[in-house]
């Protein structure tokens, strides 16, 4: 039985590409030597997908920061803004991702969204009435080209033309309809050069056709291949798909033209019933995704092997795939030298699900798949015991009532006390709660863990740290302060090393966007808190300053999406573990002195289903809880703030107002302030700040745009119940950056006051 995947991780197994492109960005290296970098990875991944034996291997899954955003560069969706700075073509793009201040102008980077249910963040399209949709760019034809040199078995991935207009944004008069007979020309184009270059396998990457459609947007979808795929001449067009089923198109997909089709059998509820009611053509090829591209552990043939079987007399070939990319999982196990084999064999990273795609191919093909070596010590791992139940913590889950989810008094109620609690200014000013991570601070956690320095030096540093971020804060004028979190590797990984139910990576990094990695813990057993986390620090902030210093925290719902989750639990089950461990936390710095308790809640919309049926009874129903699980118990006095990120919020405005937190903090300025119309438009009760600068761009942004901004907001949110503050946590910024911007965003804030 043949193979392939959808995409692999192009960073590296040890982030070798992040590590190249921000020594370019510093000017440290040339855009050749990047160049190199990036061939050499390129050929790296080819070659381990070929000893696996990979049959179709993906080629044009790698990017220097994100596909949605090259393949806007190959179709020449090249905003004006940009094309005037006069750059080289990959500074250009890199402006595009990163935005731009120096000698040529200074331009604002594309809006970033969440990637379907993901943690990937693609950049969103830009096309102006301006802009001429046609084949301009090289870069899949020149990758290709390395890889047929090289000997590589290609398919050629791209974007799909539906799914690129649907999630481009248009900038200007016209709508997505006017552009469509132009786009489908560029890709008619681009199967006419895959012809020239005789490419067997051609790629179309269309997700969006696993969420709810309308029937214009079926017309759409078919009315475009119809057309494409009649000028795809010898090249062999996969349609894949996924992060879910698509049972609003089978019959028009099964009908059109395409030689094979890429279905989801992991997260796909209704794919499997979808082939046995519909049938599958027998002309066709079955690309089948039952090998978990989201997750991190081992594969059960077993239930591989039963889902083949179901779909063998319906399907004629059918090829082993990927649910999804690889590119969400770490690149692999080899660099694991601290966690125990005893775990390390229950899980596969992108390199270990080469070779179980290698071992089902196999095991298929035996006269007795049951009796071959792989699947009985795959079965036997299996049938083990994980030991990870905790008796104590499943009591106090099944023991939640009503009441611990309800917060007293009511919100208005609450909203005046805090008001009289706090006497702040009109319009207060704070950040979202990191600051610079310096290569110090980075240095001096790594020494800790390395025990290159005691426990006794650690903290010093961090105090001393503190102490500046706090004295800093005060100089520029904060309102509302924050101690810095210098103690934090990740706001996830930090809380996953002070729970209990826990396993850590060392290397496992994941691309969140750009060069930006993540490390996610993985949630092993039942989550518990053996001690306090954050309190130390955060009464040792406030002992510094007689401003409100907030406590900070991560809350369940993103502890539990910015990890790798268990898969013999329900996600509800594990969202309140992690509550009721939080709720500790917070009720702890109430105790202590700390008035303002911020829990993050960046990834709420994350793992939202994406049909809309599903949203309140497979995801709401428990995650909205889950947060007031976590404050429910504080004073009215104690304020609680909670902060998200680059996500769509208008579908669940409601819902977000539900969390009954007292603020609220947006990323909004990438977006243009669009949420803006939204909070109006749904009396949002909740006070709420919407970022007034991008921190995930380097530029800084002046106080004259700072107050435009305000006042934008200010046209439709009371000003009673506004905050002024960035968009997002200053981690990732450096202190250049940052100290100006701020004080930039405090004098604009006075300024309108």
């Keep these: 039985m043949k193979t392939t995947i959808i995409g692999f991780p192009r960073v590296g197994s040890l982030r070798e590409l992040k590590f190249a492109s921000e020594k370019y960005f510093r000017g440290e290296i040339s855009a050749e030597e990047l160049q190199n970098t990036a061939k050499e990875l390129r050929s790296t991944h080819w070659q381990l997908q070929q000893e696996n034996g990979i049959s179709l291997i993906p080629v044009n899954d790698f990017s220097f920061y994100d596909n949605m955003l090259d393949t806007a560069v190959l179709l020449n969706a090249v905003p004006e803004r940009y094309r005037a700075l006069s750059l080289s073509p990959l500074d250009t793009y890199f402006a595009m991702a990163r935005g731009y201040q120096g000698e040529h102008g200074d331009v604002k980077a594309f809006a970033m969204k969440k990637w379907f249910n993901t943690n990937y963040h693609y950049m969103v399209p830009e096309i102006e009435d301006t802009t001429e949709i046609r084949l301009a760019g090289e870069k899949p034809f020149a990758e290709y080209a390395e890889a047929k040199a090289l000997g590589v078995p290609a398919k050629l991935v791209l974007i799909g033309p539906f799914t690129f207009l649907k999630l481009a944004r248009f900038t200007g008069e016209k709508t997505l309809s006017d552009f469509v007979e132009d786009t489908v020309k560029a890709y008619c184009d681009y199967l006419a050069k895959l012809n020239e270059l005789g490419v067997a396998w051609a790629e179309l990457d269309e997700p969006y056709l696993v969420k709810d459609l309308s029937a214009e947007d079926i017309a759409l979808f078919t009315q475009i291949y119809k057309t494409v795929l009649a000028a795809k001449g010898n090249v062999k067009v996969l349609l894949q798909t996924y992060f879910g089923d698509v049972r609003d198109c089978y019959s028009e997909i099964t009908a059109l033209d395409f030689d094979g089709i890429g279905l989801d059998f992991t997260e796909g509820k209704q794919t499997m019933a979808l082939v046995q009611k519909n049938g599958f053509p027998k002309e066709k090829i079955l690309f089948a995704g039952v090998v978990n591209g989201k997750n991190i552990w081992r594969n059960s043939y077993e239930k591989t092997l039963k889902i083949l079987e179901q779909l063998r007399p319906v399907c004629g070939e059918i090829v082993l795939n990927t649910s999804c990319s690889l590119l969400h999982v770490p690149y692999t196990l080899r660099n694991e030298t601290k966690l125990a084999e005893s775990y390390q ?388 910024r450096g202190i250049a950056e940052t100290v100006p911007s701020l004080e930039n965003m405090v004098e604009a804030a006075k300024a309108c006051r």
């Design 345 to 732: 064999k229950h899980f596969a990273f992108a390199e270990e699900k080469l070779e179980e795609l290698a071992e089902l191919s196999q095991i298929c093909a035996s006269a007795q798949p049951q009796a071959t070596e792989a699947y009985q010590k795959n079965q036997q791992l299996f049938c083990e015991d994980r030991h990870c139940s905790n008796a104590e913590v499943q009591r106090k889950v099944a023991a939640l009532t009503e009441a611990d989810f309800v917060r007293k008094p009511a919100f208005a109620e609450r909203e005046k006390i805090q008001q009289e609690t706090f006497q702040l200014p009109p319009l207060p000013t704070t950040t979202i709660g990191s600051f610079p991570q310096t290569k110090e601070v980075r240095a001096n956690r790594a020494a800790f863990r390395k025990g290159e320095i005691s426990e006794e030096q650690y903290v010093d540093f961090n105090k001393k740290q503190i102490a500046d971020c706090v004295a800093l804060q005060e100089k520029i004028g904060l309102d509302v302060l924050v101690h810095g979190e210098f103690e934090r590797n990740d706001m996830v990984e930090y809380f996953g090393e002070c729970l209990e139910g826990y396993l850590f990576t060392e290397k496992a990094w994941v691309q969140s966007y750009g060069t930006r990695c993540v490390k996610p813990p993985i949630v092993w057993g039942d989550v518990s808190r053996a001690k306090p986390m954050t309190v130390k620090w955060s009464v040792y902030a406030q002992s510094l300053t007689k401003k409100p210093m907030k406590g900070m925290l991560t809350g369940p719902v993103t502890i539990l999406n910015w990890s790798f989750p268990r898969e013999d639990i329900s996600l509800q089950d594990c969202a309140y573990q992690i509550g009721l461990a939080i709720r500790e936390e917070v009720l702890d710095l109430e105790k202590n002195g700390i008035r303002i308790i911020q829990v993050d809640e960046a990834a709420l919309r994350e793992k939202l289903p994406l049909r809309k049926s599903d949203w309140k009874t497979e995801y709401l129903n428990w995650t909205i809880p889950a947060f007031r699980l976590v404050h429910s118990g504080v004073k009215p006095e104690t304020q609680v703030h909670t902060h998200m990120c680059y996500s769509e919020f208008a579908d669940i405005i409601q819902d977000i107002d539900d969390m009954d937190a007292d603020v609220i903090t947006f990323e909004a300025s990438r977006s243009d302030l669009t949420i803006l119309d939204v909070l109006q438009e749904n009396h949002f009760r909740t006070e709420v700040g919407p970022g007034v600068y991008d921190i995930h761009s380097p530029r800084i942004p002046t106080t004259a745009e700072i107050k435009t901004a305000i006042s934008k907001m200010l046209s439709r949110i009371p000003k009673e119940k506004l905050w002024v503050n960035p968009d997002c946590g200053l981690k990732t």
